[in-house]
């Protein structure tokens, strides 16, 4: 029975190998495994159970014992010093509980020989007692019965009876009492062997079962490793000859999963594949020379497989290379395809197909701008300074060096093979609107000699991708006027840009804080972040920025107030901040930006008044805080001697209007005060400012006084805005003289008398408002009828010629005029 021991618990047999692993034959505990299983300690040993010595020899041997279950049950292994005894038991008349086999045959000798003796003497008495076979009888009876009911004890008992009987007469009861003894002798010896030979066969056959299910079981185990062992190494073969054959991964890391074809070492039985019955629609791929295979699986580990499907951008520029190139080069074969990879040869073919495969992923020829793609060398030089290809600039050995394409008509995507211009140093893309999708990252990982990086004016998507910030050559960075979103990697930039000068982000929808601490690693000069999402703070740490000369933060969502730290800055140019959240004072550091060109902080709440250390900043031109909340007056203006531009509308400025302002800045060119608290009258030093002076805004204030005849001496004046104030007196008739002048605002204010006639016929006027006044006169049919437009607004009785070419004409009184 293979699936149960002797003792009749289950067979488990357990086979552990070192590196192998557990082959179990059955789901078996480890604690029903037998004694008779027990090898030098191999398995769990289970004390044998004890035998009581003073059982009789028929309760010793029962007919149960025949059963083939029960002829096992607890024999203890031979090999045991202590084999046939009980641990604290067994047989109790030996001293210590312990027997031998030496006493035991000792005992058996004397017993055989008393008996002999014993039956000798009593052979001369057989005659005398007839009844003594009726004894035998019933002693060879019981002996017929011992031996049905234990062949284990009969074999040695017929041994022994043969050997002492020596015949038909002897002694009975010495006869019996030698079975007796023997059968004692036996059972001392059952639990160790009673019938050798069935025993012995037994034994026999459950250790060849044992083996051969260990023989079977370390032969699946090595049938299993040689298997594992055979596909592990026909995996790393397939992978050296992908290697071999340029499966490589592509620009972006890609690693091409098309199945390559394999050539097999013995012919196929049948053909791989069998024949169309009808034509297939489309063609099937022509024969391939050796040329186009070689060329074919560089450009497929090129592209990352990409070169492979049909119609994509890569294969057409692959077809064209094989096809249609007027250059036809071939890729030299070697046994080394790393050093034919990496001839001039090999780079020529890369430069060619990277500048093909932005031909038909960018539609380079389509807008009918660029011209002469795809035709002739792409370095051979036409002109003075041009080359074949439009946009294209190359070295003396023939490598790309520059690729500008401004305002070329592009449309689609800049592809990944566009990175494979490894010796380029300049790449302009801008201001195609049509030109669509993400900024490839490969452009980080291999144009590693690049200066200038100029994407703008395009639609680009996506992110920044941050292996742009790790080309460290890199001076000018230009992603500006695209549709890019999320975060700017500051660490990045500052751990990789040791050389950027220039960063132009604005106009896009970038997010997030603005690490000035991790910009000042950098030697950056030119900072613009306009018109975008970043937010947060400014701190301190901008003013560790020593070498920053432009600085445009505006149209972003900055909170908080002007940091002290600003002041910092001695290199710095001009600084934008218009369009924030930033509240509190200026800070009085503004004084010590000496070279300071451009401040403009409009469109905050900012407040408070100018600081009087700004008369320290001579070299400002451009000065604007229009829209905030300040206060004070304007009398610091005139020691900024340079300034050329003034925007400080919609504030709360107070006090009036000092003449020296005006003679104090001789290259001002614009002055804007609307919308102010200023008082007082238009100073009549406005005439000194005649030579540059094309915009004088002062509506919106609470001015008096006449308009004074010295604004006819601004001979370069383009707007006049002298609305919504308290003016009185008539219009100067000198205004006709100025000649530029193409707006002209007095309504609501208390003018009077008639317009004069030459100013409604100046060549340039377009805007003329007089109404909510007390004029007369000034519009005839003439103006009526000029070719050039002209929007004015005045009552109807200021109107000479009535109101023929009015839109509208309605009365003061009219509220809905």
């Known amino acids: 029975n293979l699936n149960n021991g002797g003792d009749g618990s289950p067979l488990y047999d357990d086979v552990e190998e070192e590196g192998a692993g557990n082959i179990h034959m059955g789901e078996q505990s480890p604690l029903a495994i037998d004694d008779h299983f027990d090898h030098e300690g191999s398995s769990p040993q289970r004390a044998p159970a004890q035998r009581s010595s003073h059982l009789s020899s028929s309760q010793r041997v029962s007919p149960s014992r025949s059963s083939p279950q029960k002829s096992s049950l607890n024999r203890p292994s031979p090999n045991r010093s202590n084999a046939g005894g009980n641990q604290g038991g067994g047989s109790g008349d030996r001293p210590g509980g312990k027997s031998t086999y030496a006493d035991d045959l000792l005992s058996f000798t004397e017993s055989v020989t008393s008996s002999v003796a014993a039956s000798n003497q009593a052979s001369n008495r057989a005659s005398n007692h007839p009844n003594h076979h009726g004894q035998h009888n019933h002693n060879g009876q019981r002996y017929n019965q011992l031996e049905q009911g234990g062949n284990n004890i009969a074999t040695v008992g017929v041994q022994v009876g043969a050997s002492v009987s020596g015949g038909s007469s002897y002694d009975h009861y010495g006869e019996v009492r030698v079975r007796h003894r023997a059968n004692d002798f036996c059972e001392r010896f059952t639990s160790l062997k009673c019938n050798p030979r069935q025993n012995s066969k037994s034994s026999l056959d459950k250790t060849k079962k044992r083996y051969l299910w260990i023989t079977i079981a370390v032969c699946a185990a090595c049938i299993i490793a040689a298997g594992v062992t055979i596909y592990y190494l026909g995996d790393m073969q397939d992978k050296e000859k992908e290697k071999e054959k340029g499966s490589s991964p592509g620009l972006d890391g890609r690693v091409d999963e098309t199945v390559q074809p394999t050539i097999s070492l013995v012919p196929s039985l049948k053909p ?131 690729l500008a394409l401004d305002g070329a008509n592009l449309h689609g995507t800049i592809p990944n093979e566009l990175s494979l211009l490894t010796s380029i140093e300049n790449l302009i893309i801008k201001n195609n609107p049509g030109l669509l999708g993400k900024i490839p990252h490969t452009l980080g990982l291999h144009m590693t000699q690049i200066r200038q990086l100029g994407l703008y004016g395009n639609t680009l998507t996506g992110t920044v991708p941050k292996n742009i910030f790790r080309l460290s050559n890199l001076v000018y960075l230009n992603l500006s006027d695209n549709t890019l979103m999320g975060t700017i990697n500051w660490e990045e930039l500052s751990h990789h840009q040791k050389n950027l000068r220039r960063v132009m982000l604005q106009n896009n929808f970038l997010e997030g804080s603005i690490d000035f601490h991790l910009l000042a690693k950098t030697s950056v000069s030119l900072l613009a972040l306009s018109n975008n999402l970043f937010g947060g703070y400014m701190d301190d740490t901008v003013g560790q920025l020593t070498s920053l000369e432009y600085l445009y933060l505006d149209g972003n969502k900055l909170v908080g107030s002007i940091p002290d730290g600003i002041g910092q800055l001695g290199k710095l140019r001009a600084l934008n901040l218009d369009d924030n959240e930033l509240y509190g004072t200026l800070p009085h550091t503004l004084g010590e930006l000496t070279s300071l060109e451009y401040l403009s902080a409009k469109s905050n709440v900012i407040s408070g008044g100018l600081p009087a250390s700004m008369k320290l900043m001579t070299g400002l031109k451009t000065l604007n805080l229009a829209s905030n909340a300040l206060s004070g007056h304007l009398k610091h203006l005139s020691d900024m001697s340079s300034l050329e531009n003034v925007h400080l509308y919609q504030n709360s400025f107070t006090g009036s209007i000092d003449g020296s302002i005006l003679t104090a800045l001789p290259n001002l060119e614009v002055l804007f005060l609307s919308s102010n608290l200023l008082t007082g009258g238009i100073p009549s030093e406005v005439a000194s400012a005649q030579k540059k002076l094309r915009g004088l805004y002062l509506s919106d204030n609470s001015l008096s006084g006449k308009i004074p005849e010295e604004v006819c001496a601004l001979y370069k004046l383009e707007d006049l805005f002298l609305d919504a104030n308290a003016l009185e007196g008539t219009l100067p008739s000198c205004l006709g003289n100025l000649s530029g002048l193409k707006r002209f605002h007095a309504f609501k204010n208390q003018l009077s008398g008639f317009v004069p006639g030459g100013l409604m016929n100046l060549p340039d006027l377009i805007e003329f408002g007089i109404e909510e006044n007390d004029l007369r006169g000034g519009m005839d049919q003439e103006t009526c009828s000029r070719e050039k437009g002209l929007s004015i607004w005045a009552d109807c009785n200021e109107l000479d010629g009535g109101c023929e070419c009015c839109e509208r004409c309605c009365s003061d009184q009219d509220k809905n005029c």
């Open 272 to 402: 791989s594949v069998s024949p169309t019955e009808f034509p297939t629609e489309i063609p099937t791929v022509r024969p391939t020379s050796e040329r186009e295979r070689l060329i074919g699986e560089f450009l497929h580990s090129l592209s990352g497989g990409d070169s492979s499907k049909v119609d994509a951008p890569q294969y057409r520029a692959k077809m064209w290379l094989l096809h249609e190139d007027v250059l036809e080069l071939h890729l030299p074969y070697s046994d080394n395809q790393d050093s034919s990879w990496e001839s001039e040869v090999a780079y020529r073919i890369k430069q060619r197909f990277a500048l093909a495969t932005c031909y038909y992923s960018m539609g380079v020829g389509d807008g009918g701008v660029v011209k002469g793609w795809l035709h002739d060398e792409e370095c051979r030089e036409v002109g003075d300074y041009g080359t074949a290809w439009d946009g294209v600039g190359c070295t003396d050995d023939g490598r790309v060096r520059a």
